[in-house]
């Protein structure tokens, strides 16, 4: 049986380190950060079972880090760690979706509790999957967002992770013509500060991958505009 998986977003090594230790006694795996940034590509580097999310942190606070989470996925655990007369903190935090919050000083015995009863939340409500609804599909191109399995006509497709994410985002909006912006937001995140030519290498690559070796192209150019993803009609 997997372990469940949770990530600790919290900036006091102390407290880091008692979570972290009781948390792996209790059977889970454990992931770390100590302030938002790190935490935001954590979250986006893999699919946690839960965050533990303190909300003073440096680089970028965990009620913006929270913002940024709901904004694409309403259905991860969020449990906030606020300091006990943080009002504001925890009226925001959960106006934002968080599904708990804890106040600091906290017990051990509180916090998994509450940790094992969003968790049977989460179990509960989990959408039920059926077998087809696994794949996303255009034309002969589908993708396993369960597996990350990338299969064209029949021959599967091996991708870097940012060539998957790419493809994943250009596929779950197919038929939209998508600008660069658009693209680098949701691939490469609000705090990536390089240019949008990284879209066009990055579409070279999908490319080379996606439709040099097959009958038809499935990614397009829209001049001036950007790209879409689209069947050939």
């Known amino acids: 049986m997997l372990k469940e998986s949770i990530l600790i977003v919290e900036d006091e090594e102390k407290i880091l380190r008692l979570l972290e230790i009781e948390l792996e006694f209790e059977g889970y795996e454990i992931g770390k ?9 954590s979250y986006r580097a893999r699919n ?21 989470i709901r904004l694409k996925d309403s259905f991860i655990p969020v449990i906030l760690l606020t300091a006990k007369d943080s009002i504001e903190d925890k009226v925001s935090g959960l106006d934002l979706g968080a599904n708990d919050y804890i106040t600091k000083p906290f017990r051990m015995e509180e916090l998994l509790a509450r940790i094992r009863a969003v968790l049977r939340i989460k179990q509960a409500t989990a959408p039920k999957l059926e077998e087809n609804d696994e794949w996303i599909y255009v034309s002969d191109l589908k993708i396993n967002e369960k597996t990350r399995e990338v299969i064209r006509s029949k021959n599967d497709i091996t991708l870097t992770p940012k060539e998957y994410d790419l493809l994943l985002y250009l596929l779950k909006n197919k038929r939209q013509v998508l600008d ?3 693209i680098l937001e949701a691939v490469w995140g609000y705090d990536y500060f390089g240019e949008t030519k990284i879209v066009d290498v990055y579409i070279r690559y999908l ?10 192209p499935l990614i397009h150019t ?7 993803l689209k069947e050939v009609t």
Do not use: C, H
């Not at 950060?33 to 590509?41: C, K, V, Y």
């Not at 942190?57 to 940024?68: D, H, Q, T």
């Open 207 to 216: 490319r080379k991958k996606i439709d040099a070796d097959f009958d038809y």
């Open 180 to 182: 660069r912006e658009q």
């Open 33 to 41: 950060a100590t302030n938002g940034l790190d935490a935001l590509e």
């Open 48 to 68: 946690w079972d839960l965050i533990l999310l303190d909300v003073m942190l440096p680089e970028m606070s965990g009620i913006e880090l929270l913002r940024r």
């Open 222 to 228: 829209v001049r001036g505009v950007g790209y879409v």
